[in-house]
């Protein structure tokens, strides 16, 4: 049985790397081919690049470069080449739009199909597609891929948990894609449909798309008794598919035969050193329709160090720690909120969703977390309850240095996005 769905996986790093400096020249001529790196990359000569490191040489791009160019200004092609198009997921501002021409799909597929090889995806399993189809390339791409390895497709789209049920058992589904919030609501709506999730046919969720903490991971894992693998794209890098966990959960192997990737300082723009926190950079070095050239995707992650066990060579990022503005600065300390995920998490009391709420109380903001609670501990007992919250604020600030003020919730009373969660909001006087 083959290890690698493409040998390419596994090449040599001297070589890869000699493949990513190629492929950089390439694209720099392809880039210009459009009227935004027409003009940016002006002066720009290929031949100048004699290692990949040469990259810094060039300029970023920012998501506010896309929206400038919305909707065609980054397009390497004529609009007769291009067969499909995805929008990001940001709910403010103009959006940005991706275009793909049909080389663009099967490359994308195909690094997809890879991904899934890699947690243990096989063309026998069945998969069902739980999340939702459309503009976000959490749908078709994943879609395409399932397909691509040669699984058996179930295309269920979003939410109705009592259907998915029941193709789930119906059809046998043993993998699963699904929204890491979604899952860990959904394990708690089969429980309350009279399943066993033991018995449930499945073996392997892929999550991803939001971020989520080891903690949720596990939760996930033990409420579902399956294998949870962290999967990590972006619209702007075509989707999912940009990197993926493997069997050994340490880190997410990211492609770099189809992108460079660098991790900065996001003040300064220089790169970090290996093994610290900073913001994810990425170009992509095989994508012919819309090329797009040091990207700062805004997401905190660092290279995991060392080799991993499963021989791949490619190199491994963290899970995403946050989103560079994501931060919240609350009394002059700065807070993200996955560190309040990992603290509710880790607490056997907290059930599934919670809710993170910046007020303005008199002069000063107020943090505000609204938890909801296994339903064992949501007790009549006052003294119970008050005791849970002081434990849950203390926790909190521990991690964060702050004391929030923690409002206990009822079992599915917080109320659910339909794809992915919305963990703050913002009601501070501006
Ligand atoms: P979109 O392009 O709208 O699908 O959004 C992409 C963004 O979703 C990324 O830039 C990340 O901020 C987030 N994201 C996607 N996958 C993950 C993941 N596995 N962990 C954490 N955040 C993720
Ligand atoms: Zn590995």
């Known amino acids: 049985m083959t290890k690698y769905y493409d040998p390419v996986e596994a090449m040599d790093r001297a070589a890869l790397e000699e493949l990513q400096l190629e492929r950089l020249k390439d694209t720099i001529v392809n880039a ?8 940016r990359l002006s002066g720009v000569n290929p031949e100048d690049f004699k290692s990949v490191d040469d990259i810094k040489k060039l300029p970023f791009t920012t998501k506010d470069d896309l929206r400038s160019q919305y909707p065609y200004g ?3 092609r004529s609009l007769d080449d291009f067969v499909r198009l995805h929008a990001s997921s940001g709910t403010t501002g103009t959006p940005t739009a991706v275009f793909y ?10 690094l997809m199909a890879r991904s899934m090889f890699c947690c243990g995806c096989r063309r026998s399993d069945v998969l069902q597609n739980m999340s939702g189809y459309g503009l976000f390339t959490g749908g078709l791409g994943i879609h395409y891929g399932s397909e ?88 702007e890098m075509n989707g999912p598919g940009v990197a993926f966990e493997c069997v050994h959960q340490k880190g997410m192997h990211i492609w770099e035969d189809a992108y460079i990737v660098e991790i900065i300082n996001p003040e300064t723009g220089e ?8 913001e994810l950079v990425m170009t992509t070095i095989t994508r012919e329709g819309m090329p797009i050239i040091r990207y700062r995707t805004r997401d905190l992650t660092r290279f995991v160090p060392g080799k991993c066990e499963c021989g791949r060579t490619h190199r491994r990022i963290d899970r995403i ?18 560190q309040i995920e990992q603290c509710l998490m880790a607490m056997p009391e907290v059930g599934q969703n919670y ?17 909801e609670i296994k339903e064992d501990y949501f007790v009549e007992d006052m003294r119970a309850l008050q005791g849970l919250q002081k434990k849950i604020a203390k926790n909190l600030c521990n991690e964060i240095l702050i004391t929030p003020r ?25």
């Open 32 to 39: 210009k081919k459009s009227p935004f790196y027409e003009a």
């Open 74 to 76: 980054m397009l390497a």
């Open 101 to 110: 021409t049909q080389k663009d799909l099967d490359t994308w597929a195909d």
């Open 148 to 235: 691509r390895l040669g699984m058996l497709t179930v295309p269920a789209g979003a939410g109705n948990t009592k259907r998915q049920i029941k193709l789930i058992r119906d059809f046998n589904v043993s993998v699963l894609h699904i929204i890491p919030s979604f899952a860990l609501y959904f394990a708690q709506k089969v429980q309350e449909e009279g399943f066993d999730t033991k018995d449930m046919p499945w073996k392997i969720a892929l999550i991803g798309a939001e971020p989520h903490t080891e903690e949720a991971r596990r939760k996930i894992e033990e409420m579902m008794h399956i294998k949870a693998y962290n999967s990590y794209g972006l619209s």
């Open 271 to 278: 790169h970090v050193a290996e093994g610290e926190i900073g």
């Open 321 to 338: 720690a946050g989103r560079a503005d994501d931060m919240m600065i609350l009394k002059g300390v700065n807070i993200y909120p996955m």
């Open 355 to 371: 809710l993170i709420e910046l007020v303005t109380e008199g002069v000063s903001d107020q943090l505000k977390v609204k938890v």
């Open 406 to 430: 923690v409002e206990l919730c009822q079992h599915d009373s917080i109320p659910k996005a339909e794809g992915k969660a919305v963990r703050v909001i913002d009601n501070r006087d501006k």
